[in-house]
């Protein structure tokens, strides 16, 4: 196993030129941070063998090796925090970060109180913080050709697979992944709902990274034609490719790029009611406007910030989120919306996102059994409610 990590690190550090090095003008920030990511990315692809291939054993230099990987791991992520560009300070990636690197060193804590089952556990969530980051906007593909080793062939494996050809920026590869994963599935009737995981996965891709609508209805079309879904799902997946082609079809008559069409005001309307209950099964249903919507969000912050309402851009982004029935990416909901009640209190806005986060705490803490809170959360929660009623 050793020698496959040192291997893999080697290979990986060859290939790894990605497609933001080589664009010209450049600021030194820019450069920095496409550094940062490709000794990120070393570090990653070693542990990601290590954490999938379940029959491995580590003898004592092994784990040695592996909390060093993790540190240097944790270490690169903790130094984006200081370079200062557009990218590094765009709300999502910030937040991801953060998250990232709050994993990450509980994992080494872990590590080094020799607790490596639980901390090899842990390490399958890391590649889920990759895909949510990695995909919020339209990208290239980088030009590598890394094939991922592993003796685990289970759907969550293959998914995380998946997010590491995201995390390293091989879309195009991720994509026809999570397709023929889809299609495989589909044909079994105790893992359809595993199809259906991997084709919002596919979706999502589909319009916030590749871009190309009228293919990506197309496609979804004949996945559907060719599986053996119930009709009601098959339903859902053709209402999924309508309306991939109707925005494919309005992105088209138009003159300019998709946000020169929208603004906050815009994305609100696509949203709707931003305090009503809603459904899993409407969100599932709205789920290609909902992506479309934080494509656009994330896209505008890109743009003129000086432009942007940074209290509605978090509340939209909190609320897009919440619906988006991915539950790596529908985690995000809530850190969002705190932000946006506590940068700025006793506002309509903190109010409206206090509303939504409530909706998900009171989901999150509620079981068979009633309600199962701690002190802390009773303590988050009463803040968060102060913050958000109107000033006196």
Not at 41 to 63: G, H, I, P, V
Not at 327 to 347: F, K
Not at 366 to 386: A, F, P, Q, R
Request: with cysteine.
């Amino acid at each position: 196993m050793k020698k496959f990590l040192i291997l893999a690190s080697l290979v990986l550090s060859l290939n790894a030129c990605s497609i933001e090095d080589s664009k010209e003008g450049q600021s030194p920030n820019d450069l920095n941070i496409s550094h940062q990511m490709k000794k990120i990315r070393n570090s990653a692809d070693r542990l990601f063998y290590y954490t999938w291939n379940q029959d491995e054993e580590l003898n004592e230099s092994e784990k040695s090796d592996l909390v060093q990987i993790v540190s240097d791991l944790k270490n690169n992520f903790h130094k984006l925090k200081s370079i200062n560009n557009q990218q590094a300070n765009e709300t999502g990636f910030q937040l991801i970060l953060a998250d990232q690197n709050k994993l990450l060193a509980d994992i080494e804590d872990n590590l080094k109180n020799d607790k490596f089952d639980y901390a090899r556990w842990q390490l399958k969530g890391v590649t889920h913080n990759c895909f949510s980051c990695h995909s919020r906007v339209p990208s290239l593909s980088d030009k590598i050709d890394l094939n991922l080793r592993i003796n685990n062939t289970s759907f969550e494996s293959k998914l995380a697979e998946v997010e590491f050809l995201v995390a390293s920026r091989q879309f195009n590869n991720a994509e026809n992944k999570l397709y023929h994963l889809a299609q495989e599935l589909s044909s079994n009737d105790y893992r359809k709902g595993l199809a259906f995981d991997s084709i919002k996965l596919w979706i999502l891709l589909q319009l916030r990274v590749t871009d190309d609508l009228q293919e990506a209805a197309s496609n979804l079309s004949k996945l559907v034609d060719q599986s053996t879904f119930d009709e009601a799902s098959k339903a859902l997946i053709r209402h999924w490719a309508a309306e991939i082609e109707k925005l494919a079809n309005t992105q088209k008559n138009s003159q300019t790029d998709k946000t020169s069409n929208h603004n906050l005001e815009s994305v609100k309307s696509i949203l709707g009611n931003l305090t009503k209950y809603r459904s899993e099964e409407e969100n599932n249903r709205d789920l290609v406007s909902s992506i479309y919507a934080s494509s656009l969000l994330h896209q505008m912050q890109y743009e003129d910030k000086s432009k942007l309402n940074h209290q509605k851009l978090l509340a939209l982004l909190g609320v897009t989120y919440s619906r988006i029935t991915i539950p790596s990416l529908q985690a995000l909901s809530m850190p969002y919306l705190e932000q946006c009640i506590t940068i700025t209190p006793h506002t309509k806005w903190s109010k409206i996102c206090f509303i939504n986060w409530k909706s998900t705490f009171d989901f999150n803490h509620t079981g068979s059994g009633g309600e199962n809170l701690e002190n802390t959360d009773y303590e988050k929660l009463n803040k968060l409610k102060s913050l958000s009623s109107k000033s006196r």
